[in-house]
């Protein structure tokens, strides 16, 4: 099998994925407005909350069109975050990531905006909320207003930990401390909530966490969606269990299939391209997983995930603290499964993840050797090629060998003219003789297919290789080659690689024609394509190229040898 016909393959699958998952953002069901009550955690007929177990409290789920005002906003930051808390609730309304710019650095704009996670913007709006209820006495939930000393927290040089108090008293004794604690080189936020109880009478409840945040606009054309890679990602809610391990849903499957489970040991997240942000628990507690829909009525509906913790009793002049940790940054592989179990898998790489993610650890290897995301590549692909040398030579020996029976096929084509029985038992029978198996190319193929899908995956999900440059025009692996420059030798490699191998016996002439034009074809599909992902192809088809030359010249050589003996 030659070097088209094995991207044929290749193509042809991808291109059906693509326009798969683009026939479904375009033309698959769509969120629409549903009735409160078709949500496992809407609020039943007395206002309580499945899941609130001992408090039957009530908790609110507004939406962007139900938002309260904010009465305050400060900014907390460390070395990689910068965080707006909104006095009201206390809750994170927006989340820039320092080290992520949300445009790539070019000459004209050296220094841009850094990625915004959680938003309080209404077009984006994003945000993680937390809270108290019950149902004896107040408790401040995310529409509470707290207090705070400051307007404006940041980790001063040489300090490793910043501790953010935000106050809430209410008027039966009760006093709630939140307390945010950031530290130096981390993206996670551990958030304690204590409890003074300052009255004459027990308080009992429960804490909570919870996101919410908007579907992503979807008003790209399909040019757009075809060529960005962000629209090839999974955006919707995702959680863990110990049981269960991750799953996901689509925030188009929010009303059909609902959360609502019992889980210790897990989390609740809010995935996107590249990013994410995740409420753990403490391990040992048993919370209440479940999802909603706000605001179903509008034109913009709010999705929700949320955590219950379990009931919490404090005695008069007593104190109990409620904890958990937010994560909020980058899909970064290798670190996220020491900070909570399964949080690894927050890259949804999807049924290719056995495959995707030990290429993502030999990627990062080589890229800490060589420096480069684009040499990481190539150093990838002469890995793989050494690997199955003996598998392609034999390849491409035998395709040597077929053309230099190419002349006796042809023989045998006139001979038997349009009697293709007789054609393929001749042809058969010549390929026996002279030791040729014209079948050596399909098991290089399922080796490597599955190798091209997975890096695919690599490439597109990866936050390593988002806005990573290779050399000169190439200022970002994960988005197409803008030039065109790789596309383009891809084609010239395929043509070269065309002209030594020969046609496949018994195709016909427009086949045969159909089969010439390939290369230009794939290479226009590739103008859509990573370009990280067309330079492994361009890598893989120049090593192959170079491989099957010298082949072909040993066979001629040897061919020369026995002539002259």
């Not at 609902?258 to 990013?275: D, I, K």
């Not at 949320?306 to 937010?326: D, I, Y």
Request: glycine share 6%.
């Amino acid at each position: 099998m030659n070097q088209t016909r094995t991207f044929l393959i290749f193509a042809l699958l991808a291109l059906a994925y693509l326009l798969w998952t683009d026939w479904e953002k375009d033309y698959g069901p769509q969120p629409a407005p549903v009735a409160a009550n078709t949500t496992s955690t809407a609020p039943s007929a007395d206002g309580t909350v499945p899941g609130a177990s001992g408090s039957n409290a009530a908790i609110p789920t507004t939406g962007v069109g139900g938002k309260e005002q904010p009465a305050q906003l400060i900014t907390v930051s460390n070395d990689l975050l910068r965080l707006t808390i909104d006095t009201r609730g206390g809750s994170v309304v927006r989340s820039e990531l320092l080290n992520y710019p949300a445009e790539p650095r070019t000459k004209n704009n050296p220094s841009p905006a850094p990625a915004r996670l959680l938003d309080d913007d209404q077009a984006h709006f994003f945000t993680a909320q937390s809270g108290l209820v019950s149902a004896q006495g107040n408790a401040p939930d995310h529409r509470a207003v707290f207090q705070s000393a400051q307007t404006s927290y940041a980790l001063a040089n040489g300090q490793n930990e910043l501790k953010v108090d935000l106050t809430w008293t209410g008027a039966d004794g009760i006093k709630v401390t939140k307390t945010y604690t950031l530290n130096r080189g981390s993206y996670v936020i551990d958030l304690a909530q204590r409890i003074d109880n300052a009255g004459s009478a027990s308080w009992q409840g429960n804490a909570y966490q919870q996101l919410q945040r908007l579907a992503p606009a979807t008003s790209k054309s399909w040019f757009q969606s075809f060529s960005d890679p962000s629209s090839h990602s999974f955006f919707g809610a995702g959680w863990y269990s110990p049981q269960d391990k991750f799953d996901s849903l689509s925030f188009t499957d929010f009303v059909k299939k609902p959360l609502n489970r019992s889980v210790t040991g897990g989390w609740v997240e809010m995935l996107q391209h590249y990013f994410f942000v995740a409420w753990i628990p403490k391990a040992d507690e048993a919370s209440t997983f479940s999802t909603s829909v706000s605001n179903p009525d509008t034109a913009t509906p709010t999705y929700l995930i949320r955590s219950v913790g379990p009931s919490m009793t404090v005695a008069p002049g007593q104190n109990a603290t409620s904890s958990a940790r937010l994560y909020v940054g980058p899909k970064l592989q290798g670190t996220l499964d020491s900070i909570a179990p399964g949080l690894e898998l927050s890259t949804n790489y999807g049924w290719l993840t056995v495959i995707a993610q030990p290429l993502h650890w030999l990627l990062s290897q080589l890229h800490a050797f060589v420096g480069n995301w684009g040499l990481s590549i190539i150093v990838l692909v002469l890995l793989i090629k050494a690997a199955l040398w003996k598998l392609t030579a034999t390849q491409f020996r035998s395709g040597a060998k077929m053309r230099k029976l190419q002349p006796r096929v042809n023989a045998l084509k006139e001979r038997y003219g349009d009697d293709k029985v007789k054609m393929q038992q001749a042809m058969m029978e010549l390929y026996k003789k002279e030791k040729v198996n014209p079948m050596t190319g399909c098991l290089p193929v399922l080796v490597t297919m599955p190798i091209f899908f997975g890096l695919y995956r690599v490439i597109m999900e990866s936050v390593e290789l988002r806005q990573a440059p290779f050399f000169g025009w190439i200022h970002d692996l994960s988005a197409p080659d803008p030039f065109f420059v790789l596309p383009v030798l891809y084609v010239l490699v395929m043509l070269a690689t065309q002209w030594l191998t020969p046609p496949a016996a018994g195709m016909d002439p427009a086949q045969a024609k159909m089969m010439k034009v390939m290369p230009v074809l794939f290479g226009v599909l590739f103008f859509f394509f990573p370009a990280g992902l067309v330079l492994y192809w361009v890598t893989n088809g120049l090593v192959s190229l170079g491989q099957q030359w010298f082949i072909t010249q040993q066979v001629e050589r040897a061919d020369q040898k026995v002539k002259t003996a």
